[in-house]
């Protein structure tokens, strides 16, 4: 499956096509800059994601206070759940490396395709 083949398909969901970036949150990669927030997706995954098992599963991640919690939800990359039930990534084994760096470059290719065309220099 391509990443716009992804996007079609989550767009058909209307829970996961709801989640927007606000003012707010484009306030706040115009401030830290999309370096910051691949640093924080990354940070997000390892610690919310990667475990076998990871803690509070289908609870961990928040509906907003973060463009990439929204991103999460936007990519169903939130919980292993949702990972399961969407991409088939299997629940009770770690995610490797380079599963995690997928994970981090759809959740910036999610991010990208919400900024408006002003910000896609950067």
């Known amino acids: 499956m391509t990443i716009d083949e992804a996007f079609e398909r989550l767009g058909r969901s209307p829970f996961r096509s709801r989640f927007k970036l606000t003012a707010k949150d484009l306030a ?3 401030r830290v800059g999309l370096a910051t927030i691949e640093r924080h997706a990354a940070d997000f995954v390892r610690e919310k994601l990667a475990a076998a098992i990871p803690a509070h599963d289908g609870k961990q991640t928040p509906m907003h206070g973060h463009p990439v ?3 999460m939800h936007a990519t169903a990359t939130c919980c292993r759940g949702c990972m399961a039930k969407w ?3 299997p629940q009770g084994t770690p995610l ?3 599963q995690q760096a997928k994970i ?4 910036m290719a999610w991010i990208d395709r919400n900024l408006p065309s002003r910000d896609k220099a950067q």
């Open 28 to 30: 706040y990669i115009d």
């Open 69 to 71: 919690f929204k991103a």
């Open 87 to 89: 991409w088939r990534v």
């Open 96 to 98: 490797s490396e380079t």
């Open 104 to 107: 981090v470059g759809f959740l």
